[in-house]
Antibody
Framework: QITLKESGPTLVKPTQTLTLTCTFS??????????VGWIRQPPGKALEWLAL???????RYSPSLKSRLAITKDTSKNQVVLTMTNTDPVDTATYYC???????????????WGQGTLVTVSS | DIQMTQSPSTLSASVGDRVAITCRAS??????LAWYQQKPGKAPKLLIY???SLESGVPSRFSGSGYGTEFTLTISSLQPDDFATYYC????????FGQGTKLEIK
């Protein structure tokens, strides 16, 4: 059974760097074809894809946020870390990590998802 | 960027009804489209991928169709557990989601 869980601060101040960790079980990020992505959802709003990392360390970022994001993996710890710099109140959202599998396209569907973690950006 | 537009934004229906939700892409996405169900306070759950492939464990009353720019999620006979918000996701060019369709009880 695949499970994922997000962790990180619940409150960050504007301009600070946000670091979120996804800890997973039931699969290995060293297995060919496996990936982990991050998606966020502002309160009451739609989903937004942020970033994705694959087993081979290939990384993909949302073009609109690419300059502010970094995604890394620690295969030995079964963790993926997302870093977002220069945060703003508009970054307030529930942040989800999710499992995916590689296909001929750059990004794929996500399943399953973690429970999400709410991050508020406010002074 | 590919924009995804769902319609309707809200849909009122009764148990047993057949309902359809539409998702339109601003440019062709082949069949790289997924549908998710989200309940309040919960993470999205994948229902359909590659426009028409049913995710394992998802009831067969859910089906997807479409190609290119227009796609449909159909629920053949609504069950009480189906009242939720539904999102489409394109993954032909990076990824983007629709704004959601809230399916509520009439």
């Amino acid at each position: 059974q695949i499970t994922l869980k997000e962790s990180g601060p619940t409150l960050v101040k504007p301009t600070q760097t946000l670091t979120l960790t996804c800890t997973f079980s039931g699969f290995s990020l060293s297995t060919s074809g496996v990936g982990v992505g991050w998606i966020r959802q502002p309160p009451g709003k739609a989903l937004e894809w942020l970033a994705l990392i694959y087993w081979d360390d290939e990384k993909r970022y949302s073009p609109s946020l690419k300059s502010r994001l970094a995604i890394t993996k620690d295969t030995s710890k079964n963790q993926v870390v997302l870093t977002m710099t220069n945060t703003d109140p508009v970054d307030t959202a529930t942040y989800y990590c999710a499992h995916t599998r590689a296909d001929i396209v750059v990004v794929n569907a996500f399943s399953p998802w973690g429970q999400g973690t709410l991050v508020t950006v406010s002074s | 960027d590919i924009q995804m537009t769902q319609s309707p934004s809200t849909l009122s229906a009764s148990v047993g009804d057949r309902v359809a939700i539409t998702c339109r892409a601003s440019q062709g996405i082949v069949n790289w489209l997924a549908w998710y169900q989200q309940k309040p306070g919960k993470a999205p759950k994948l229902l359909i991928y590659k426009a028409s492939s049913l995710e394992s464990g998802v009831p067969s009353r859910f089906s997807g169709s479409g190609y290119g720019t227009e796609f449909t999620l159909t629920i053949s006979s609504l069950q009480p557990d189906d009242f939720a918000t539904y999102y489409c996701q394109q993954y032909n060019s990076y990824s983007s989601f629709g704004q959601g369709t809230k399916l509520e009880i009439k």
